[in-house]
C-alpha cells in the first residue's frame, strides 16, 4: 500500500492549524510522517517540508519573529476580482495576477527567503518523495518541484507561499514564481496514482477539493482563524485548534493510515 498526504494553503492561520493537526495526530497514533509521498501547497509546503525532513511542528506552537504581515486590501481586490472575472480564460487570469504580484509593494525577496528559513529549518531535500507546487509569475504555468528540479528546498517552499501582495515572487533559475494555491487548490490530482490519500485543506470549508478522505477545519477552528488567514494574532489560537482536531480526525483515518482498516 502507497499512502500519500496532501497539504492545502490556508496562509498564516492555516500554517499554524496544520501543524497543529500534525501534533495532534501523531499524538493520538497516526504519525503522518510515514507518507510515501507528500504533497505541499502554500501553507502546506511549509508544514509538509518540515514533516519530510524530519523537523517536529510543535516548535510552531509559538511563533517568534518569523514576521509575517496582512495583505495590502487593494491588491487582494485585484487577485480575486481577476480570478473572478468571467471574460477572461484561467492562464490569462494568471497571467495578470502574475503581474500583480511583480508590482506589489511588498518587503525584498531575502526577507521572504529568511523568514522561510526559520520557519523549515532544513536546506536539503529529503529522501521521501516532496513535491512542492508553485506558479509562474509570467506565463501562468504551474512548477511543481522536487529534489531532481531546479529548486532548493528553501526557494521551493518559499515560491509555493508567496501570496501576491503579501510576499514577493521567489526567482529560481531566472523565472518568479508565485503561490502554488493557483495551479489547483490543494493539488490533490498529483497524489492521484497512490492507494490511501489523505488531504488536509485548511480552506476546505471554502474551496473543498472532493477528496474521498479529507480533513477540514470545524466550527471551533474557523473560530479560532478569524477573518483574515494572514492575521499572524490568530498563530497561537490556530495551532491550539489543530491540536484539539487530532483526536477525532485520527478516529476518522487512524485505521486507514495505519493499514488496520479491514473494510
Do not use: C
Not at 95 to 123: C, F, K, M, S, W
Not at 146 to 161: E, F, I, M, N, W
Amino acid at each position: 500500500m502507497t499512502r500519500a498526504l496532501v497539504l492545502g494553503p490556508g496562509g498564516v492561520a492555516g500554517t499554524a492549524w496544520l501543524a497543529g493537526l500534525v501534533v495532534g495526530l501523531r499524538r493520538a497514533g497516526v504519525d503522518l510522517a510515514d507518507a510515501d509521498l507528500i504533497v505541499g501547497t502554500s501553507a502546506g509546503a511549509i508544514v509538509g517540508a518540515m514533516i519530510a525532513t524530519g523537523q517536529d511542528p510543535s516548535r510552531l506552537a509559538t511563533l517568534n519573529g518569523s514576521g509575517n504581515g496582512t495583505a495590502g486590501p487593494d491588491k487582494s481586490a485585484e487577485v480575486f476580482a481577476t480570478l473572478g472575472d468571467p471574460t477572461l480564460d484561467h492562464g490569462e487570469k494568471l497571467r495578470r495576477i502574475g503581474r500583480a504580484a511583480l508590482t506589489a509593494d511588498v518587503p525584498p525577496e531575502q526577507n521572504h527567503l529568511d523568514r522561510t528559513a526559520a520557519l523549515i529549518t532544513a536546506r536539503d531535500w529529503p529522501e521521501q518523495r516532496l513535491l512542492i507546487t508553485a506558479v509562474d509569475t509570467e506565463t501562468g504555468e504551474a512548477a511543481v518541484w522536487d529534489q531532481d528540479g531546479d529548486a532548493s528546498l528553501l526557494s521551493a517552499v518559499a515560491s509555493s507561499y508567496a501570496v501576491p501582495g503579501l510576499y514577493p515572487p521567489v526567482t529560481i533559475n531566472g523565472h518568479r514564481y508565485m503561490d502554488g494555491a493557483f495551479r489547483g487548490g490543494a493539488n490533490a490530482d498529483l497524489a492521484a496514482d497512490a492507494d490511501t490519500v489523505v488531504v488536509i485543506e485548511p480552506l476546505g470549508h471554502v474551496f473543498p477539493s472532493g477528496a474521498a478522505v479529507s480533513i477540514t477545519p470545524d466550527e471551533a477552528t474557523l473560530a479560532a482563524f478569524g477573518p483574515d488567514l494572514h492575521d499572524l494574532s490568530a498563530w497561537e489560537a490556530s495551532f491550539e485548534a489543530g491540536l484539539r482536531q487530532g483526536a477525532p480526525a485520527a478516529e476518522r483515518i487512524g485505521g486507514l493510515w495505519n493499514g488496520t482498516d479491514n473494510r
